[in-house]
Nanobody, 127 residues
Framework: QVQLVESGGGLVQAGGSLRLSCVVSGLTFSSYAMGWFRQAPGKGRQFVAAISWSGSYTRYADSVKGRFTISRDNTKMTVYLQMNSLKPEDTAVYYC????????????????????WGQGTQVTVSS
């Protein structure tokens, strides 16, 4: 059974930092691209960042470029999202997800190319 467990969320002031982690089990982690998405109240699930199986390729939403960094440790079956210079508009539930097949370039930002999701972790940024 595939499981994705996110952690690291919490309450932080604007300008602060958080690091999210997502531990994966039940699949060959190093064979899958991974992504982070977020969903704010009343909004759809939006792409944040993605990383290829090897870590060679990454992609970011324009809204987080230069502030967030996605990384992975295949030996620990974990993907990370380092979030710096946080803003109130970053407040959301953050989800990690895995994607099978080759790196999909622009399509790696789409919800539909991901095969499984975690339960999410809440990030709240106060002004």
């Amino acid at each position: 059974q595939v499981q994705l467990v996110e952690s690291g969320g919490g309450l932080v002031q604007a300008g602060g930092s958080l690091r999210l982690s997502c531990v994966v089990s039940g699949l060959t982690f190093s064979s899958y691209a991974m992504g982070w998405f977020r969903q704010a109240p009343g909004k759809g699930r939006q792409f944040v960042a993605a990383i290829s199986w090897s870590g060679s390729y990454t992609r970011y939403a324009d809204s987080v470029k230069g502030r967030f960094t996605i990384s992975r440790d295949n030996t620990k079956m974990t993907v990370y999202l380092q979030m710096n210079s946080l803003k109130p508009e970053d407040t959301a539930v953050y989800y990690c997800a895995f994607s099978s097949g080759p790196w999909k370039e622009n399509r790696q930002t789409e919800n539909g190319v991901y095969d499984g999701w975690g339960q999410g972790t809440q990030v709240t940024v106060s002004s």
